[in-house]
T-cell receptor, first 114, second 112 residues
C-alpha cells in the first residue's frame, strides 16, 4: 500500500492554465508538506499544513494555493501557470516519534508548462 | 541558520568498490540529519537519520553514516556499491521549525 500518493504523476499543460495536484497519505500523520524540485534537482519547501491549518508558507507566488480538506489530504492548486512553474512537486507527511521527526515523500508530480 | 553542503555534485565508482558521499552541516545546536535517495524518475526515499541516539547510523540497503561533531560532517558510506545504488542522494537537516533543508544533491554513478 502506498503511504503517500500523488496524482497525477505527469502533467503537461499550456501557459495560463489552472491545474491541481492531489496528495493523500494513509499514515495517520497530522502534518503534510509541498516541496518543489527544480531542474537542477534542488528541493525547497513551499507549504506545510498541520491538521488542516497552514503553518508554513514560504515565499511562494499567490498563484499557488494549497488546500487541505482533511488531515489526510493536501492538494495544490496553481493558477495562471507560467513556464517557470515547470518542476517536480513532492508531497510529504511527517511523523513525530519521541520528539524526532521524519518526513515521508510521495512519488512526485512532474509538471511541464509549455 | 541550519544548512547542509554536499561537497560533490557527482561521484563515480565501480561496482563492488566502496561509496563515500560527503556532507557537512551548519547548525547552532545538535541537528537532526537525514539522507534521502532519489532514483531516476522516482520519489524520495529515506535512507537513514541521525537523531543524537548514536553517532553511527545504519540505514537501508547497506548504507550507513557517521555523525562527527568535531568535523560537522555526516558522510554517507557503503562498503560495496551495487548497480542499483545509482541515484541522486540528498543530505538533509531539520531546521527545528518543522522544515527540512536539502543539500544540492550528489549523483552517484556506478559502472560495471
Amino acid at each position: 500500500d502506498t503511504a503517500v500518493s500523488q496524482t497525477p504523476k505527469y502533467l503537461v499543460t499550456q501557459m495560463g492554465n489552472d491545474k491541481s495536484i492531489k496528495c493523500e497519505q494513509n499514515l495517520g500523520h497530522d502534518t503534510m508538506y509541498w516541496y518543489k524540485q527544480d531542474s537542477k534537482k534542488f528541493l525547497k519547501i513551499m507549504f506545510s499544513y498541520n491538521n488542516k491549518e497552514l503553518i508554513i508558507n514560504e515565499t511562494v507566488p499567490n498563484r499557488f494555493s494549497p488546500k487541505s480538506p482533511d488531515k489526510a489530504h493536501l492538494n495544490l492548486h496553481i493558477n495562471s501557470l507560467e513556464l517557470g512553474d515547470s518542476a517536480v512537486y513532492f508531497c510529504a507527511s511527517r511523523t513525530m516519534t519521541r520528539n524526532q521527526e521524519t518526513q515521508y515523500f510521495g512519488p512526485g508530480t512532474r509538471l511541464l508548462v509549455l | 541558520a541550519q544548512s547542509v553542503t554536499q561537497l560533490d555534485s557527482h561521484v563515480s565508482v565501480s561496482e563492488g568498490t566502496p561509496v563515500l558521499l560527503r556532507c557537512n552541516y551548519s547548525s547552532s545546536y545538535s541537528p537532526s540529519l537525514f539522507w534521502y535517495v532519489q532514483h531516476p524518475n522516482k520519489g524520495l526515499q529515506l535512507l537513514l537519520k541521525y537523531t543524537s541516539a548514536a553517532t553511527l547510523v545504519k540505514g537501508i540497503n547497506g548504507f550507513e553514516a557517521e555523525f562527527k561533531k568535531s568535523e560537522t560532517s555526516f558522510h554517507l558510506t557503503k562498503p560495496s556499491a551495487h548497480m542499483s545504488d545509482a541515484a541522486e542522494y540528498f543530505c538533509v537537516v531539520n531546521t527545528g521549525f518543522q522544515k527540512l533543508v536539502f543539500g544540492t544533491g550528489t549523483r552517484l554513478l556506478v559502472s560495471p
